[in-house]
């Protein structure tokens, strides 16, 4: 089994932007030397909490600073850009670092309806022209629209020696059933929805079989994850992350992940309590051995090769600390 990162780029609360970047390269860089086959950075805007508004930036600095690990974007939000400029950049990117370099898409806006008019203008109309904008991003890449479209000797320059793989990224049905259709790698956010993975991605495959008999697609499951030496340890860090979500439920808008010690000073509410062991059900906590057994099964129900690992803790040695126990459990 794959194990892979994604990297939401998480600010604790009371530290900078800048340092949380600073964090998330250097995260980049241990997780090359402990194993992990790719590093991605997610895409999200105008949000207090997380520092990366734009994952092509920091990939050319991780690709600059690793050397075999695969980096890429999870993902880039295609309804908020043009296809052409998309593949423009990763062209770039893979033609820096060849042979590493992935292209992940995704539909949502990543922030809130206003950011979106800022960004896009009309998102709900760019995210209905997601199947003909996701055509485009892949003939620009094979260089393949026909000889009387506009487009036939627009090429997005420069044209790497290895092009950069494209992976559409979703948590519903009609993502899966997309990505199967145009005959793309998919990878499904187990973290970001309620939904039933496994059959989903059961289906997937199975309509890439009867699509692209003769294509071999790859698949990721993405699961939120955080270990440390003892369960309870791990259930104490989750609880900076849970807590941020509770008062996202409530309109409260904070400026970071909060500390442990924020957390030990709120009264928690019988609704709370609730949202704290739902989400804990959603995510893998425990100690190494109990985290390698959870993954195994996780990817057993799936089905699939590889999963993404999302850690999000208010102290970013923890989360090191976190993807360090992971990797020794495994011993890749």
């Not at 960004?119 to 260089?143: A, C, H, T, W, Y």
């Not at 697609?217 to 791990?234: P, Q």
Request: proline share 6%; charged share 25%; net charge negative.
């Amino acid at each position: 089994m794959k194990l892979s990162i994604l990297d939401q780029v998480p600010i604790p609360s009371g530290a900078s932007a800048k340092s949380a970047l600073d964090s998330s390269i250097q995260l980049a860089i241990e997780a090359e030397k402990l194993g992990y086959h790719r590093y991605w950075v997610a895409e999200h805007h105008n949000l207090t909490g997380l520092a990366c508004p734009n994952p092509d930036v920091m990939l050319g600095i991780i690709g600059s600073k690793t050397n075999t690990i695969r980096i890429g974007a999870g993902a880039v939000l295609l309804p908020h850009y043009k296809p052409y400029k998309v593949v423009e950049t990763y062209h770039l990117l893979a033609t820096l670092y060849p042979g590493r370099v992935d292209l992940g898409i995704g539909r949502a806006p990543g922030g809130s309806a206003e950011t979106s008019i800022a960004l896009s203008g009309n998102f709900l109309e760019q995210v209905r022209m997601m199947p003909e904008k996701l055509d485009e991003v892949m003939r620009f890449i094979e260089q393949s629209f026909p000889e009387d479209h506009l487009f036939h000797s627009v090429i997005p320059t420069p044209v790497p020696s290895v092009a950069p793989a494209v992976w559409l990224l979703g948590t519903s049905e009609k993502s899966s059933k997309t990505a199967a259709e145009k005959g793309m790698n998919y990878a499904f956010g187990h973290f970001m929805t309620e939904k039933d993975g496994p059959t989903i991605m059961k289906e997937y495959r199975d309509q890439m079989q009867q699509l692209h008999p003769n294509k071999q697609a790859e698949s990721i499951v993405a699961i939120s994850v955080i270990c440390a030496e003892t369960k309870e340890a791990a259930e104490e860090l989750a609880m900076s992350t849970i807590f941020r979500r509770i008062q996202e439920t409530k309109g409260i808008r904070r400026d970071g992940v909060p500390s442990l010690e924020e957390v030990k000073q709120y009264t928690f509410t019988d609704e709370d309590r609730e949202i704290i062991e739902k989400t804990k059900q959603k995510m893998i906590l425990g100690n190494p051995l109990q985290v390698r057994e959870q993954l195994k099964s996780l990817q057993a129900s799936y089905k699939v090769d590889e999963l993404m690992i999302v850690t999000i803790t208010h102290d970013p040695q923890a989360r090191l600390r976190s993807y360090q126990l992971i990797a020794e459990a495994f011993s890749f």
